[in-house]
């Protein structure tokens, strides 16, 4: 069992001695361009941060960088203090245990490899430290080396290794301990585009065959939406939700999230009239109107929404075109092999349409061509512009 729970953590970073005064000096307006909260005390980096991990789950931490996700890996691994909360590893608190005592392994960014020693030195080395017997060493390494694929490369020193396999090195040296948790900080970041896929497949694969927690941070959403059985979206230090991907994509919370899960990007038609008559809504986005189904006005319904301006979103993959819609000029087609992304000014605003090359039958879209779009009122979304929460 390797259950974790992080209850109310909280991470300041002090001030350095004298700032404190100075930073009571700044303007509102000048606070406000700082993502993260400044106190008295310090920088906030987390807060208020509650999440419960189950046995054997994986976990991805995503968000913008300087959200606090890797702040709060550091704290899981014992290299940050925790300021408040309480972080429990196997029913155990573990807020003032060393890190070497927390049955926990990390695989960092930079590889963090020896230079000096060979692959299977590398590996050795943790274990060597726990005086465990050269037979166990010796099986734990070959068993790691041949479910990364590297067993030939024991013998090399990582500087004639590419950065994929540096980077199985890595992740070898950390599952040979056999630790309840692993931990991951953007393991993939520094590879190409075509490594990165590989690795995804391969920390899949390798997830299916070690008995271990996993809590992995990064800031790449198809990491986050391909790896995790439930992702937390964090932003300037508060998580903004918790689900599987599925739930985060069709269902998320608030603006932020929706803008920052899918790519491309949601399209949001901000001013947009959400009218409600006898408890039936329907909503004008530029200039069209859709009346929006059963399970909509009973969701707006039990929330006593009346009529107001909200901000509209629709998912580019959910924007069609045809010979109704709403009027639109291309601005610019981007063929991406089995889609096409044309992006497109419609009554002064930029719409994002994701169309498969199999639905245009051969026909060409070119830069500055006149178009139609709509969507299904289903598939729409609705935010309060005033708390960017999802109405629907």
Do not use: W
Request: proline share 5%; aromatic share 6%; charged share 25%.
């Amino acid at each position: 069992m390797a259950e974790v729970q992080l209850k109310d953590i909280k991470k300041i970073y002090p001030h350095a001695p004298g700032e404190s005064k100075r930073k009571k000096k700044k303007t509102a307006e000048e606070e406000k361009k700082v993502n993260l909260q400044v106190t008295d005390e310090g920088v906030v980096a987390v807060q208020e941060f509650n999440l419960d991990i189950a046995d054997k789950e994986f976990i991805v931490l995503v968000g913008p960088s300087g959200c606090g996700k890797s702040t709060t890996l550091r704290m899981v691994a014992g290299l940050e203090e925790i300021t408040s909360g309480e972080l429990y590893i196997d029913g155990k608190l573990m807020n003032d245990v060393a890190p070497k005592d927390r049955d926990i392994a990390m695989v960092f960014q930079s590889y963090a490899l020896y230079p000096h020693m060979t692959v299977r030195e590398n590996m050795e080395f943790p274990l060597k430290l726990q005086k465990m017997p050269k037979n166990e060493i010796d099986r734990r390494v070959s068993q790691a080396a041949e479910t990364l694929g590297i067993t030939q490369y024991l013998d090399r020193k990582p500087k004639a290794l590419s950065g994929g396999q540096r980077q199985r090195v890595a992740i070898g040296r950390a599952i040979v301990r056999e630790p309840k948790v692993l931990l991951m900080d953007e393991p993939l970041s520094n590879l190409d585009a075509k490594l990165r896929n590989q690795m995804r497949a391969e920390i899949i694969k390798l997830r299916a065959q070690i008995n271990t927690t996993f809590l992995y941070v990064t800031h790449d959403q198809v990491e986050a939406m391909t790896l995790g059985d439930r992702i937390v979206i964090m932003r300037d230090g508060y998580i903004q939700q918790i689900g599987t991907p599925q739930e985060v994509f069709n269902h998320p919370k608030n603006l932020f999230v929706a803008g920052f899960i899918g790519t491309p990007q949601m399209n949001f038609f901000p001013n947009t009239t959400l009218a409600e008559v006898n408890g039936r809504y329907a909503v004008e986005v530029l200039g069209r109107k859709y009346e929006l189904t059963g399970a909509q006005n009973e969701a707006l319904a039990a929330k006593g929404v009346k009529s107001m301006s909200v901000v509209a979103g629709v998912r580019p993959v959910h924007v069609t075109l045809g010979s109704e819609g709403i009027a639109a000029t291309v601005d610019v087609n981007e063929m991406m092999g089995s889609e096409l992304h044309l992006h497109m000014t419609a009554g002064g605003q930029d719409v994002v349409a994701v169309v498969p090359t199999t639905a245009l039958e051969e026909r060409s879209i070119a830069n500055g061509s006149a178009v139609t779009f709509s969507f299904q009122p289903k598939l729409m979304h609705l935010f309060d512009p005033a708390t960017e929460n999802n109405l629907i």
